[in-house]
């Protein structure tokens, strides 16, 4: 691993993770190439910019729970094969509702480069720290639909506002969002704006704790 990556558990103790591309819990149905470990990867700068969104969070009673940090660039690449394979129904009604597999490339939802690869981009959501239980956001991770657009109409008041909460949290600690994908958020100054990096996340020493 790259030396300027880190573990995020390792360097921010206390954000929660599940890394979705490392489970059969994905839009492809089952662990993604790169993905050895239920781990969740990024640069110190990143992680440096986490803990503050973490410490910020608190203060409106939330938690931060990772989906994905750095994404090797193999994995992009079997996003791509698998959007070009015939369509089997499996993760259609979850993740892709209204379009066809062949059109998340287009649509925006998958990118033959993605700002994952480049080690400063994390897709994430917001916890009750009283309870433990997931922010409701209007729908979950990677669900490839306008609803999970920021602004997006046809979701409840709180779930706006739970966006807008996570927004928040994240523009104020260094961050900019992505229009399309309400969890995905990248760090304004990374270290490597211009480098696709295409390491395996390989380690597993401390298991993952629960979602």
């Not at 700068?45 to 990772?66: D, H, K, N, S, V």
């Not at 993760?91 to 033959?112: F, L, S």
Request: aromatic share 12%; charged share 25%; hydrophobic share 35%.
């Amino acid at each position: 691993m790259n030396g300027d990556f880190v573990f995020v558990d390792e360097f921010a103790p206390g954000i929660r993770w599940d890394a979705k591309y490392a489970t059969w819990d994905n839009f492809t149905g089952k662990p993604v190439d790169g993905y050895l470990a239920n781990r969740v990867v990024g640069t110190r700068a990143l992680c440096a910019a986490l803990e503050r969104a973490q410490e910020r969070a608190e203060t409106l009673g939330f938690g931060l729970l990772l989906w994905d940090g750095y994404r090797p660039q193999r994995a992009v690449d079997c996003f791509l094969r698998w959007s070009r394979q015939p369509e089997d129904g499996r993760t259609k009604p979850r993740h892709y509702p209204r379009i066809a597999r062949g059109q998340m490339v287009e649509k925006g939802y998958v990118a033959a480069k993605s700002g994952h690869s480049r080690g400063s981009t994390v897709d994430l959501t917001l916890y009750h720290l009283a309870t433990g239980e997931l922010a409701a956001m209007g729908g979950g991770h990677d669900l490839m639909d306008a609803v999970s657009h920021h602004g997006a109409a046809g979701i409840t008041p709180a779930e706006a506002a739970n966006r807008r909460d996570l927004c928040a949290v994240m523009e104020s600690c260094g961050f900019r969002r992505y229009d399309r994908e309400w969890w995905h958020y990248t760090l304004n100054d990374e270290p490597y704006p211009d480098t696709y990096f295409d390491f395996p996340v390989l380690s597993a020493a401390r298991p993952a704790p629960a979602p």
